[in-house]
């Protein structure tokens, strides 16, 4: 079975601080995407990764996936009190469209 | 244009009461998903719907999960016999497929379900 686990599950920071969000399996993946849900939405997709080593940047938020296509983050630059909302990471299942998403990480940063 | 919708927002039940959920997802979007979100957590897979292929319902929790499909527009998922444990927010999402098993999945607000 394919299971993502997202570390830390919760972070409170102070505005202007940097951070580190992690998404890790034993398992291979073909893709992972990284998504952000505000309270009373549906997640929105922010990245998805497909190369081993691949490293995104969308604006202050730079994602890695890792050489054997296992694990994940997510490294935010100077917080916002807007970046505050649950991370979620997600990857399709040996070869289908079928996701599985991680456990969240729920960040709030303060003002 | 218009994103995915939901209906209703909020919906609350008696346990052993049946309930039915809807979803609007992207007009053209071949691809559908429902999710379970329980309260702090990440989203559980329940069934996934592509064009006219069989739909994958690996992800239903009991018998008393099923959903339907029309054509590739409304999808509606219903719950038989509600239990307290059902209580979540249910998520449908659609997409088009872009690439091999990539693609971008647009969500809907979500139902929040409470069971009494």
């Known amino acids: 079975t394919q299971l993502l686990e997202q570390s830390p599950q919760f972070l409170s920071i102070q505005e202007g601080e940097n951070l580190t969000v992690y998404c890790n399996s034993s398992?291979?993946?073909?893709?992972l995407q990284w998504y952000r849900q505000e309270p009373g939405e549906g997640p929105v997709l922010l990245v998805t990764v497909v190369t081993g080593g691949e490293v995104k940047k969308l604006k202050r938020l730079t994602f890695q996936f890792g050489d054997a296509r296992k694990d994940s983050s997510l490294h935010i630059t100077a917080a916002q009190p807007g970046d505050t909302g649950l991370y979620l990471c997600?990857?399709?299942?040996?070869?289908?469209?079928?996701?599985?998403f991680g456990t969240g990480t729920r960040l709030k940063v303060l003002a | 244009g218009a994103g995915v919708s939901q209906s209703p927002s909020n919906k609350v039940t008696e346990k052993g009461k049946d309930v039915e959920l809807r979803c609007d997802p992207i007009?053209?979007?071949?691809?559908l998903y429902w999710y379970r979100q329980r309260l702090g957590q990440g989203l559980e897979f329940l069934i996934y719907f592509q064009g006219n292929s069989a739909p994958d319902k690996s992800g239903l929790p009991s018998d008393r999960f099923s959903a339907e499909r029309t054509g590739e527009s409304v999808s509606t998922l219903t719950i038989q016999r509600t239990q307290q444990e059902d209580s979540a927010v249910y998520l449908c999402a659609s997409s088009s497929i872009s690439g091999p098993f990539t693609d971008t999945q647009y969500f809907g607000p979500g139902t929040r379900l409470t069971v009494l």
């Open positions: 398992s291979v993946f073909s893709s």
């Open positions: 997600a990857g399709p299942t040996s070869g289908t469209y079928k996701y599985i």
């Open positions: 007009s053209g979007h071949t691809a």
